[in-house]
């Protein structure tokens, strides 16, 4: 079975941090009834979906993916690089316990979830603005012992690495070249982001169906054409947060 971990959206949801993006007015209540939909989605692809309660002093924390990277072995609780997210972990931690082993990033270590992609064995942590390189030896120092390579990926001109690439496919990823270098991922498949879309390399593979923003139709298009099984959502108001269908879920078998 797979769990899927999510948070209601906050009622402060639109003071949100942006770091690449202008801010633009966010309709909390669209935003709630969007993030529901994204739930169902989840169900229908067969994880069991566990909400979180509302924080309503903590913006952010609807994007739950940046608190915890969880494996087979274990979870990883980090330490987000936006120190106003910092308080947003506890919970997580705390949920996931019954679940896995917890091991905290320390300082001076700074990661965000929406910075890891995983392929495999292989783990590509990005390098943003979020993430740093304390961080990552710690996660390969807790990772190496069950056979994990974790990797250093630079990141330009995004928040976090899967804002530019995300795995679409058992060996194909959704890339924007801009923003990472493809050769970083050695021999995969890369499908590209249609160029009018810059921010649609965000989607979220669930049991071999694409869970992807209904907002990028060219890249969506793209992603068909190729043979990629898609479920659409909405997130129009995610990504005015600077948000994608990623961040909303922590994903893991029970």
């Known amino acids: ?33 969007q ?65 896995r082993k917890p091991v905290r990033i320390q300082a001076p270590g700074t990661l965000d979830g929406g910075d890891v992609l995983r392929v495999g064995r292989t783990i590509y942590v990005g390098s943003s603005s979020r993430s740093n390189p304390a961080a990552l030896e ?17 990141v330009n001109g995004c928040l976090h690495l899967k804002s530019a690439v995300t795995r679409v496919g058992k060996d194909t990823l959704l890339i924007n070249r801009d923003w990472v270098e493809a050769s970083a991922f050695g021999d995969m498949k890369c499908i590209e982001v249609d160029e009018a879309e810059p921010s649609g390399g965000n989607g979220l593979l669930v049991n071999d169906v694409l869970i992807y923003p209904a907002n990028y139709p060219k890249t969506l298009s793209r992603l068909r054409t190729e043979g990629i099984a898609v479920k659409p959502v909405d997130v129009s108001e995610v990504i005015k947060a600077e948000g994608g269908v990623t961040c909303c879920s922590v994903i893991f078998s029970a």
Not at 2 to 17: G, H, K, M, N, Y
Not at 138 to 154: D, I
Request: net charge negative; proline share 8%.
């Open 35 to 99: 993030h529901h939909a994204y739930e169902n989605c989840l169900s229908q692809l067969g994880c069991a979906v566990y909400r979180l309660p509302a924080e309503p002093d903590l913006p952010d924390s609807v994007f739950v993916e940046d608190t915890a990277v969880v494996v087979e072995e274990l979870a990883i609780i980090t330490r987000p690089g936006a120190e106003s997210r910092r308080l947003e972990t506890a919970s997580m931690a705390k949920t996931l316990s019954p679940y």
């Open 138 to 154: 710690q996660m390969r120092s807790a990772l190496a012992p069950f056979g994990y390579t974790v990797q250093g990926v630079p």
């Open 1 to 33: 079975m797979w769990i899927a971990l999510t948070r209601e959206v906050s009622p402060a949801f639109d003071q949100c941090e942006l770091t690449h993006l202008e801010r633009q007015p966010i309709d909390v209540r669209l935003a709630q009834t």
